[in-house]
């Protein structure tokens, strides 16, 4: 039995076709088809269901399918122990929401690709709670949530904070000064849904407060929250810095809210049996160019805005 083997039925299992699996591991389909049956070989039995037109594991097939999984998270963790870092050869599946997408994100990458050139990375922009639940099912390896979850079996570590401010379209809110959170209640208010952190604990901020939302409508994307802010529909929570050119250009309008909004940590949340030197350190880059402020930052501009 070897690692090719095992390999070419990981990723027939986990891609559900015998060319996807090639493409993968940049190899013929006759050549994955050859480690499959190298493998039944071994044990005498059959691990595929060729009576199917898709690739399907018998029984037998989705036991090795998982005893390959294990072994060669072994093995990576093996190659991570006793290797340097920059020349491992794996892939690395990154989550990140919204915001972070649309802003340090991208630095992020180049300085995870210009200390680890051989990393294959693989990112997934998606909500809080489901990125929560792939990192828990090992679809993801890592990701960047904010720290919205009660989770102990996921290691974390904090790589920033961001401020976040009720706005809303110029006159919409008429009052002048300072607002109190419950008079605001009485306008209609656009909320990120419960599978985004910052709304899970923003919603968990306002109940303890006493605080209901009168007219609540509930948004799951960013990005047609701040639109629908922008268009007069209501008021929202929203980053406050990384909004600056809205607010600049008077798109949007910041309201004096009392008591303010709290900051929103984010952090990184990794599962594996094996400690990663690597991801440890691509959690550290991550700590370094965490920046909320500004939109689609790179590391040409040092963190400017590149728009």
């Known amino acids: 039995m070897t690692f090719k083997q095992l390999e070419a039925l990981y ?6 076709s015998f060319a996807l699996a090639a493409n993968k591991l940049h190899t013929s389909q006759s050549a994955v088809s050859k480690r499959v049956h190298e493998l039944e070989m071994v044990f005498d039995t059959e691990l595929f269901d060729r009576t199917q037109r898709s690739a399907r594991l018998t029984d037998k097939g989705e036991e090795m399918f998982l005893l390959a999984k294990s072994l060669l998270d072994q093995r990576d963790a093996a190659v991570e122990q006793f290797s340097r870092l920059e020349v491992i050869e794996r892939r690395v599946r990154i989550g990140v929401t919204e915001l972070t997408a649309m802003t340090w994100f991208p630095r992020w990458v180049e300085l995870i690709q210009q200390d ?5 990375l693989e990112p997934d922009v998606d909500s809080s709670v ?7 099912a090992d679809e993801l390896d890592l990701i960047v949530v904010p720290d919205a979850f009660a989770e102990t079996r996921i290691p974390s570590k904090a790589v920033g904070q961001v401020e976040s401010a009720w706005m809303c379209k110029p006159g919409f809110v008429t009052e002048e000064g300072p607002i109190r959170l419950h008079e605001l ?19 968990s901020w306002m109940k303890d407060l006493g605080i209901q939302p009168a007219k609540p409508i509930v948004i799951h994307n960013l ?28 798109s949007l309008r910041v309201l004096d809210v009392t008591p303010a909004l709290p900051p929103v940590t984010y952090v990184a949340m990794y599962k ?3 400690r990663s030197a690597l991801l440890a350190s691509i959690i550290t880059l991550a700590q370094d160019c965490c920046d909320f402020t500004r ?13």
Do not use: C
Not at 11 to 16: D, H, P, S
């Open 116 to 120: 680890y050139p051989k990393v294959s």
């Open 185 to 203: 209640a009485g306008h209609r208010m656009l909320i990120q849904g419960r599978k985004s952190g910052t709304g899970l604990l923003y919603d």
């Open 272 to 274: 594996g049996e094996h």
């Open 130 to 136: 489901n990125l929560r639940e792939k990192v828990l």
């Open 295 to 307: 939109m689609f930052q790179g590391t040409d501009e040092g963190g400017a805005d590149a728009t």
């Open 11 to 16: 990723w027939i299992g986990q891609l559900g």
């Open 223 to 250: 990005v047609a929250l701040i639109g629908l802010t922008i268009a007069g529909l209501g008021v929202s929570y929203l980053p406050k810095s990384a909004v600056g050119r809205m607010i600049d250009a008077g």
